[in-house]
T-cell receptor, first 113, second 109 residues
Framework: KAGVTQTPRYLIKTRGQQVTLSCSPI?????VSWYQQTPGQGLQFLFE???????NKGNFPGRFSGRQFSNSRSEMNVSTLELGDSALYLC????????????FGPGTRLTVL | QKEVEQNSGPLSVPEGAIASLNCTYS??????FFWYRQYSGKSPELIMS????GDKEDGRFTAQLNKASQYVSLLIRDSQPSDSATYLC?????????FGTGTSLTVIP
């Protein structure tokens, strides 16, 4: 069974730009969560989508948004990029039930200059 | 107070020894508990999940959960150099997952 895939793997943007990241979950998984990982803060929860609806949201500003499509694929968008947005963005997929095991994709490394 | 606390290490053990990794959490209502391994430059990889008090064994790995003490641990028996990585503890509180900042483990050949 194929794992979680994320595209692109690397991105370089400048301040003020916006970016869209994509995640395809494991086949059959309907929940997709997004995380930001930085050396100082560790893994921080952004949001979770299930059946095209945002089920939970972390404590990030509104510049961070996401959506999920009917095939469970998800996108995350960050507008008006700031230097502090430089991080590894990880997508994790899980079966429908909340609290289930999550499986991470390889991540997208975003660098904001 | 952080939701999930781990000793950042580094923790060094000789090859063949038992590595013991610990994690405490603050939310008494937490429901699910997980250990992930993350190699440098890679994404986290799930190695164990535990949902009820007691021990759960999977190969060389044993997860231990004590909800009364709000404590989760991971034991790695017969440690191998390939176990050298950062180990992340994750807790599901009913709303979201919280991750510790990880414990760096080095297994010395």
């Amino acid at each position: 069974k194929a794992g979680v895939t994320q595209t692109p793997r690397y991105l370089i943007k400048t301040r003020g730009q916006q970016v869209t990241l994509s995640c395809s979950p494991i086949s059959g998984h309907r929940s997709v969560s997004w995380y930001q990982q930085t050396p100082g803060q560790g893994l921080q929860f952004l949001f979770e989508y299930f059946s095209e609806t945002q089920r939970n949201k972390g404590n990030f500003p509104g510049r961070f948004s996401g959506r999920q499509f009917s095939n469970s694929r998800s996108e995350m968008n960050v507008s008006t990029l700031e230097l502090g947005d430089s991080a590894l963005y990880l997508c994790a997929s899980s079966l429908a039930r909340q609290g289930n095991e999550q499986f991470f994709g390889p991540g997208t490394r975003l660098t904001v200059l | 107070q952080k939701e999930v606390e781990q000793n950042s290490g580094p923790l060094s053990v000789p090859e063949g020894a038992i590595a013991s990794l610990n994690c405490t959490y603050s939310d008494r209502g937490s429901q699910s508990f997980f250990w992930y391994r993350q190699y440098s430059g890679k994404s986290p990889e799930l190695i164990m999940s535990i949902y009820s008090n007691g021990d759960k064994e999977d190969g060389r790995f044993t997860a231990q959960l004590n909800k009364a003490s709000q404590y989760v641990s991971l034991l790695i028996r017969d440690s191998q150099p390939s176990d050298s990585a950062t180990y992340l503890c994750a807790v599901y509180t009913g709303n979201q997952f919280y991750f510790g900042t990880g414990t760096s483990l080095t297994v010395i050949p």
